[in-house]
């Protein structure tokens, strides 16, 4: 009976899985939204956000009686994800300026959602992401959550005026720049430290999950100087610099250092990312927009693309995730 329901959830995992892929490849998945460099984006200011997640506001599933996401975790659980919900609330940041300040709804939205991060963050200045996906890794926090986090609230400092949400800023800086090892989502390796998205007990190193754990260290140090920060973020960006050749697979870019394939949404947001890099950090701009164009023209030829979308599902066949949200 056990290996009857295995087998069943494992169909039900697996139709979740095509629907998902269906909906990415029309253009339609919410999850697969194009994130290219932010309109509102200036290099040394806390303005716009570096990736547009405009489209991330139109969120159309389950909600709180605050109007707040909901996600269903294989079909199942409802939660609030920290990652949903920072992602909307940029979103909502960038509407507001494009309204040129003037309006209240996207403002109040992203407030709504600042404001739910400082109530529950705990102690140690995270928001527990692994655990509600009902996943055991060294570490309950993801570097992307807390660098999206961190985006938030010091924009919602800026706006607001109110202090609590700098202290939650700063307070957010500690599971970044805490290793793996002690709970955090920092990974030490020879060559300096990796910002875990997903830490696992062995390095994985998520490319996007890293560049916006980047993309956070680097707006809080626009607001407040924190010298841990400031030589986390230059040592991460050292070792990124490092690192990027192993994301190269040749045709196409690695999704991370495991040899997953960066599906051809991900791909593209890595591009975004590298221009969004380029520009923030002159002192390596030629090492991110020398891969930048390489991924690019890889791309550009359909041959790549045939062969990375049939070698990225047969992948996510073979090695489906255990959890899925919705």
Known sequence: MRNVLEAADRVKLYARLLARWGEMLKGRSYWHVAQQMGKHFVEGELRGYFNDLTAKTAWAGPVDDRGLPLNRVNGRSLVHFPTTLFQKALGHWDRWLEQGMAEDENKNAFLLIADWAV??????????????????????YSAMTQGQGIS???????????????????????????????????????????????????????????????????????????????????????????????????????????????????????????????????????AFGEIRRIFIRQESLQVNRIRAVILKAYQKVKNPPKVILE
């Not at 705990?122 to 055991?136: E, Y």
């Open 119 to 140: 109530k529950t963050q705990d102690d140690k200045g995270g928001w527990s992401v692994w655990p509600l996906l009902g996943m055991n890794l060294p570490s309950p």
């Open 152 to 286: 938030i609230l010091v924009r919602a400092h800026m706006c607001s005026g109110q202090r609590v949400f700098l202290e939650a800023a700063r307070l957010a800086l500690g599971p970044l720049c805490t290793t793996v090892e002690q709970g955090g989502t920092r990974r030490v390796v020879p060559e300096g430290s990796i910002l875990e998205e997903v830490p696992y007990p062995e390095p994985n190193g998520v490319l996007n999950g890293w560049i916006f754990g980047l993309f956070g260290l680097y707006d809080y140090l626009l607001v407040d100087r924190d010298v841990g920060a400031a030589v986390l973020l230059e040592e991460s960006l050292k070792t990124l610099v490092t690192y990027l050749p192993r994301y190269n697979a040749g045709y196409w870019s690695y999704y991370d250092l495991s040899g997953n394939l960066a599906s051809p949404f991900y791909h593209r947001l890595h591009v975004a990312q590298l221009i969004a890099l380029e520009k923030t950090f002159p002192k390596y701009s030629s």
